[in-house]
């Protein structure tokens, strides 16, 4: 049974970092994509980052969307079966339900886009408030 499992989510003050961990079981990472997309109130879901698998060699592919380029950093530990979202210099427009997901065929991940992705975690709440 494959699960994801993200965590680290809270509270931070605008200018403030977090680290979102996304633990996966029951699968093999190097066979997947593995994307974080947020989702705000009142807004649609949305690509923050994504990691390539890396069985094909594409592990050193990475897509970041615009608004969190310089700012947030995606890695994988694949020995821990875990993928990191570092996020950096956070604003309140980055308050978001932050979600995992794997991409196993395909590779609309590395675009930012959720259609394709296969398995989802239930998120983790980042709030950037003062």
């Known amino acids: 049974q494959v699960q994801v499992a993200e965590s680290g989510g809270g509270l931070v003050q605008p200018g403030g970092s977090l680290r979102l961990s996304c633990v996966l079981s029951?699968?093999?990472?190097?066979?997947?994509?593995i994307g974080w997309f947020r989702q705000a109130p009142g807004k649609e879901r949305e690509g923050v980052s994504c990691i390539g698998r890396s069985i094909d060699g594409s592990d050193g592919s990475t897509y970041y969307a615009d608004s969190v380029k310089d700012r947030f950093t995606i890695s994988v530990d694949n020995a821990k079966n875990t993928v990191y979202l570092q996020m950096n210099s956070l604003n309140p427009e980055d308050t978001a339900v932050y979600y995992c997901a794997t991409e196993y065929y395909g590779s609309g991940c590395l675009r930012g886009d959720y259609n394709g992705m296969d398995y989802w975690g239930k998120g983790t709440l980042v709030t950037v408030s003062s």
């Open positions: 029951g699968l093999t990472i190097e066979y997947y994509n």
